[in-house]
């Protein structure tokens, strides 16, 4: 089937959000959110995020307390229905613990639904205790990543797929439906915090790359990506480059940036994450956590790219440690006030030949036989 939506502006770089879903006490008024604001709150916070002009909004995907993420295909097609531009994608989606078959059915559906607004990022989860909930083995997690991805991602390009392997039933001759909206599969992200083989992975497929980027220093991230820059090159998928490279972030903001570290201090020293270790002082200067005025976010921002090279998309983390709907809200203004100046740094400094981010329109026009010989010659 093919899609009649029109293509839009591809941006270079997508700016957006990622979220992880968590249900956390704000420690400023003691007030735990329910489930159920937590679950809308989310929606609100995508809605708002379109209204100020950013080009996505990920959810994530985890299966326990105190996270309200367990079905980000029913939140993503929520949102797409209330939303017109804005792309949806998954912070996770758990190759491992989720069935292939599943995965390929649930996020081809939402390609039709939303006419390609959308994508998804895999990952392994950092929660050993949900593996064996779902039949699994923590210890087989990069052998689970590695063998259900090769499944799926054959169950979006074959029409009758015969598979075998070790961590499921066999397939005979299966049609996993709906086939991929206009015959080209969603864009995958193979997100990872610390796993050089989930690298690998992203870089033997000429899939996307994401670099968690919010826990670790800036020199674990530039091995990570430069790690799957090379063998994307090597997989003669394009240059070094041209590989897609995706990055987390951290921010809070304040017009004055004493009364962002003011403000944001709380949260941070009693956030699940990250409270009760490092002050919030060495956190900001060993990881790339921002807390100040939009202006030191945007220049820190922008500084991303001095040790990754040229990217494609941009995710900041706002809604976690308990902060209220309102405070994210206001986050989101923030963030809309600094976002030309941050579309206009990307492109100031880009490198020419660097491809802009991945978009559905943009991927069926590469895929026509005009698209493959351009990019033979870009290429070359």
């Known amino acids: 089937m093919q899609s009649q939506v ?73 949102i797409a229905a209330q939303t017109e531009r804005i792309l949806l994608s998954t912070s996770t989606t758990l190759i491992t613990t989720t069935d292939p078959v599943r995965i390929a059915e649930d996020y081809a559906t939402l390609q039709h639904l939303t006419d390609g607004r959308m994508d998804l ?28 991805y090769a499944l799926l991602h054959r169950l979006w390009r074959e029409d009758v ?4 392997g070790r ?11 709906p086939r991929p909206l206009d015959g080209v599969a969603p864009f995958v992200w193979h997100g990872s915090i610390r796993s050089p083989e989930i690298a690998e992975q992203a870089a033997y497929y000429g899939d996307g790359f994401f670099s968690n980027h919010i826990f670790w220093p800036a020199s674990h991230t530039r091995q990570m990506v430069s ?25 809070f903001m304040a017009r ?46 922008l500084g991303f790219r001095e040790y990754v090279g040229d990217y494609q998309r941009q995710l900041f983390l706002l809604d976690h440690a308990g902060l209220p709907l309102d405070v994210v809200l206001e986050q989101l203004d ?6 030309p100046d941050l579309r206009a740094g990307y492109a100031a400094m880009r490198a020419p030949g660097v491809p ?25």
């Open 6 to 78: 029109q293509p839009q502006v591809q941006p270079q770089v997508q700016i957006g959000l990622f979220s992880v879903g968590d249900v956390t006490t704000d420690p400023t008024t003691g007030r735990t959110p329910t489930e159920h604001e937590r679950i809308k709150a989310q929606v609100r916070i995508a809605r708002k995020a379109e209204e100020v002009g950013l080009d996505v909004v990920a959810v994530g995907q985890h299966h326990n307390p105190p996270f309200v993420a367990s079905s980000p295909t029913t939140t993503m097609a929520y």
């Open 121 to 148: 990022m895999l990952g392994r989860g950092n929660t050993g205790p949900v593996y064996p909930w779902f039949g699994k083995d923590v210890r087989d997690g990069i052998e689970l990543a590695v063998e259900n």
């Open 161 to 164: 797929v015969d598979w075998q």
């Open 167 to 177: 961590h499921r039933t066999p397939l005979q001759g299966f049609t996993a439906t």
């Open 227 to 251: 790690l799957y820059r090379r063998r994307f090159e090597h997989y003669g998928h394009g240059r070094a480059d041209q590989a897609i490279v995706g990055l987390g972030g951290q921010a």
């Open 256 to 301: 004055r940036s004493q009364d962002a570290v003011r403000r944001f201090r709380p949260y941070f020293d009693n956030a699940p994450v990250y409270g009760h270790g490092p002050s919030l002082e060495d956190f900001t200067a060993q990881t790339p956590l921002t807390v100040g005025s939009p202006q030191q976010v945007l220049e820190r921002t």
């Open 334 to 339: 923030l963030l809309g006030d600094i976002l």
């Open 356 to 380: 802009d981010a991945p978009t559905h329109a943009a991927r069926v026009a590469a895929a026509s036989p005009a698209g493959e010989a351009a990019r033979e010659e870009v290429s070359a």
